[in-house]
């Protein structure tokens, strides 16, 4: 894709962002093809949106998530600072059409994981997390059928960011636990809906958290300090509508909580 091309597309789905509208698929003249062009437009996505990139995400590293937008492997994105909530959070659902919670490990980064020529070790990226925090997802995707968009276009659409809420820092020192076969739970309105584990995760959370930063150092400038990483969902994505309240309980790691409104 040339720059025009990658424009066009950016402005495209960053006017559905806003609007709150659905596209069918992006225009044959400006759709991505390959997995660079979909990275390139989601760059230029961010840019037009005007907000910092407060972090990445990470969708599709479950098969729950991979089945859910009908890819067959992790995907990144970036989380825009004007959608990110601290719990106990109140956010409006608007425009959402996928309308479910996620729950997620994020990390906080405490160093720059720059783009170099060989791989991190999963070593390397722990030494560089600052905090892990519990957190909630709720995805959105411009296209009106995500789970037929494929992963170019998917891509180029932030990996279906939206909606993140994370909670405060874990006061367990995670790094002694096992975080693969760690237990999650869910509870809308109070009522359990939902649990799982970070196995869930890429087999675990902190395998998608050093993929994410050897995907960045060859499609993006690598990670930075301070950014957030929500790893992928480790429960079956569950319905939600305004005024449920969502409590994602991580054990001793913690909790995350937010209301949705309409």
Not at 17 to 38: F, M, N, S, V, Y
Not at 105 to 115: C, G, Q, T, V
Not at 222 to 231: D, I, M, N, R, S
Not at 238 to 257: H, S
């Amino acid at each position: 894709m040339d720059q025009a091309q990658i424009h066009a597309a950016a402005q495209l789905l960053w006017n559905a962002w806003q609007a709150g509208r659905k596209l069918e698929q992006l225009p044959d003249a400006c759709r991505p093809q390959t997995i660079e062009d979909g990275y390139a437009v989601q760059a230029r996505l961010a840019s037009r949106s005007g907000q910092s990139v407060s972090g990445w995400k990470i969708a599709a590293t479950s098969q729950a998530g991979q089945a859910h937008i009908g890819v067959d492997g992790p995907l990144a994105g970036r989380l825009l600072a004007g959608k990110i909530g601290r719990s106990p959070a109140t956010l409006s659902l608007g425009a959402n059409g996928m309308r479910v919670a996620e729950l997620e490990f994020a990390f906080r980064l405490a160093h720059d994981l720059p783009p170099r020529d060989y791989e991190y070790s999963m070593d390397e990226v722990l030494a560089s997390v600052a905090s892990l925090h519990p957190a909630i997802e709720v995805p959105d995707s411009r296209f009106l059928d995500f789970s037929t968009a494929g992963p170019a276009q998917l891509i180029a659409d932030s990996a279906c960011a939206d909606l993140f809420v994370w909670g405060r820092a874990a006061a367990a020192d995670w790094r002694t636990l096992d975080l693969a076969t760690h237990p999650v739970w869910l509870s809308l309105n109070g009522v359990r809906a939902g649990e799982g584990r970070g196995a869930n995760v890429l087999g675990d959370p902190r395998i998608a958290l050093t993929w994410l930063a050897n995907e960045l150092t060859v499609r993006a400038d690598g990670l930075k300090a301070g950014q957030l990483v929500t790893t992928g969902t480790c429960i079956q994505p569950t319905d939600i509508a305004p005024g449920v309240r969502v409590l994602g309980d991580f054990g001793p790691l913690g909790r995350v909580e937010a209301t949705f409104t309409e």
